[in-house]
Nanobody, 127 residues
Framework: QVQLVESGGGSVQAGGSLRLSCVAS????????MGWFRQAPGKEREGVTGIDRLGRETYAESVKGRFAISRDNSKKTLYLQMNTLRPEDTAMYYCAAWRGCSSPGDKLLRGDLYTYWGQGTQVTVSS
């Protein structure tokens, strides 16, 4: 069973930055596709960004140019660098791992395809 633990959330003013981290317990981590998702109160979960085993990235239009995903396989850690944050970025952010993905492309933003999920870390952006 893969365990994912997120950290790095917090409160920040609009225009600020945060860096989220997600540490995976599974030694097979490098073979998984990984993603970040978020859910704001009263809204459905949405895919923010994902990265496949070869490092190819996909982003939601709302975060392109502001957010950057990266992974350090040696540390089994996934990162989300969030810059120029906006109040509408306020949400619980979740890390997820997709076991067995292959050439996912835009499917990286589909939460229903992911196998394991973290507990989430809250990001609050004030205006």
């Amino acid at each position: 069973q893969v365990q994912l633990v997120e950290s790095g959330g917090g409160s920040v003013q609009a225009g600020g930055s945060l860096r989220l981290s997600c540490v995976a317990s599974e030694y097979m981590y490098p073979s998984y596709c990984m993603g970040w998702f978020r859910q704001a109160p009263g809204k459905e979960r949405e895919g923010v960004t994902g990265i496949d085993r070869l490092g190819r990235e996909t982003y939601a239009e709302s975060v392109k140019g502001r957010f950057a995903i990266s992974r350090d396989n040696s540390k089994k850690t996934l990162y989300l660098q969030m810059n120029t944050l906006r109040p509408e970025d306020t949400a619980m952010y979740y890390c997820a791992a997709w076991r067995g993905c292959s050439s996912p492309g835009d499917k990286l933003l589909r939460g229903d395809l992911y196998t394991y999920w973290g507990q989430g870390t809250q990001v609050t952006v004030s205006s």
